[in-house]
């Protein structure tokens, strides 16, 4: 075809053919990369999804970092539930988790356990073997020392009266922890479990449920636990040879020193403060001290199970208390109350090869004594 001036035009079918392949070309890079970007997310998808693999496989620290940084937030200084559940200063404090991701029935979530994940586990402890009794210690992560003189002690024993005895540790997440050494820890004894809630004094109450928690999901066939702290003389013999009695319960038990009518302490300045809107009543219901007690092994799916709607408080071994209240149950005295100690003030072998427990000042305390009860020749 030729204009007006007589000079012939390119045909429009040759014109069009040159652009439709331009644009052909940018529609299959462009769907080139769109697929290539779907596959990218995909895989950071499940990478992060797998966060057992992760903090299997990459160095610990950095998860620990975006736990601070990114992930969980933490709420200071009260911890966060349903909004008519909001608590004062001085109370737990915890991971936060969107309203979507709250088990459904669970009025108090924060001391639910299952809000929280292991990122470091031992199920195999009570896979190779069925315990007869698992000792179940809270510990801080940074206090290796405390574990270090209980794997020496009371810890080491593996075999007791006859009966197979499991030690295990529970840590949470800390600021400026190794968590690096505490993997290399683990490797070494295999007796580390940790967890991401947030390990503070305030948290002993979540500490203690993902403990019973721990124990319903991966060591249900135990017959007995205790949850003991790391700051115990614990006289394993005798303990095992009281579990051993016949009239010794094999369900709903939960023994240790008994606790009676033991006010709430209300002074803001106290370490044991609870607030009227975490605990309204003026006296606790009967509960075991929280140095050291004894449970038969189905009571934490219990324990767990009825989390769910115990309003929480800071004081742990109450607060168990208050689940077996919930659960119409009450703790039973031990056949012998005197050998649940709880300070004295001087070392004496004799009386320590008679006793179940004894609060200690130190780690070096823990170590002395047990070498000195363990020498040979009787003891009184």
């Known amino acids: 075809m030729e204009s007006r001036t007589g000079v012939k035009e390119p045909k429009r079918p040759l014109v069009w053919s040159s652009s439709h392949q331009k644009s052909t070309l940018f529609q299959s890079w462009f769907q080139f990369l769109l697929m290539l970007s779907m596959a990218l997310f ?16 990459v160095s610990l620290s950095q998860h620990f970092q975006r736990f601070f940084n990114q992930t969980h937030q933490v709420i200071k200084p009260a911890y966060r539930a349903y909004p008519r559940h909001r608590n004062s200063v001085n109370e737990i404090t915890e991971t936060t988790k969107s309203p979507t991701e709250r088990p459904v029935g669970v009025q108090y979530h924060n001391t639910y356990p299952r809000n929280y994940h292991f990122i470091m586990d031992n199920p195999e402890a009570c896979k190779d073997k069925t315990p007869f009794l698992v000792l179940m210690v809270p510990v801080e992560p940074k206090n290796v020392a405390a574990r270090n003189a209980i794997r020496q002690t009371w810890g080491n024993e593996s075999l007791v009266q006859g009966e197979v005895v499991v030690t295990l540790f529970m840590l949470g997440l800390s600021e400026g922890t190794d968590l690096e050494k505490i993997r290399q820890e683990n490797l070494e004894h295999r007796d580390l479990i940790l967890s991401d809630f947030r390990d503070t004094y305030l ?17 249900s066939t135990a017959a007995y636990a205790m949850k003991v702290d790391s700051d115990l003389f614990l006289n394993i013999d005798n303990l095992v ?6 009239d010794i319960p094999k369900q709903n038990y939960l023994t240790g020193m008994l606790m009676w009518n033991r006010p709430v302490v209300r002074s803001k300045n106290s370490k044991w403060y609870v607030s009227e809107e975490s605990y309204p009543e003026p006296v606790y219901p009967t509960y075991t001290l929280g140095m050291g007690y004894i449970f038969s092994n189905d009571l934490p799916e219990k324990f767990v199970e009825v989390s769910k709607s115990v309003k929480p408080f800071n004081i742990e071994d109450a607060y168990i208390g208050m689940c077996m209240k919930k659960l119409g149950l009450k703790p039973t005295s031990p056949p012998n109350p005197s050998q649940f100690r709880a300070y004295n003030t001087k070392y004496n072998r004799c009386e320590y090869s008679k006793i179940i427990t004894y609060i200690l000042g130190s780690s070096k305390e823990l170590v002395d004594y047990w070498t000195d009860l363990k020498k040979p020749g009787p003891p009184c």
């Open 42 to 57: 995909i895989l950071v998808y499940t990478i992060t999804d797998s966060s057992l693999s992760l903090w299997e496989n």
């Open 241 to 246: 040879l009281m579990l051993q009695k016949p």
């Open 203 to 219: 948290n002993l109450t979540i500490k203690t449920m993902v403990i019973m928690d721990w124990l319903t999901t991966r060591c």
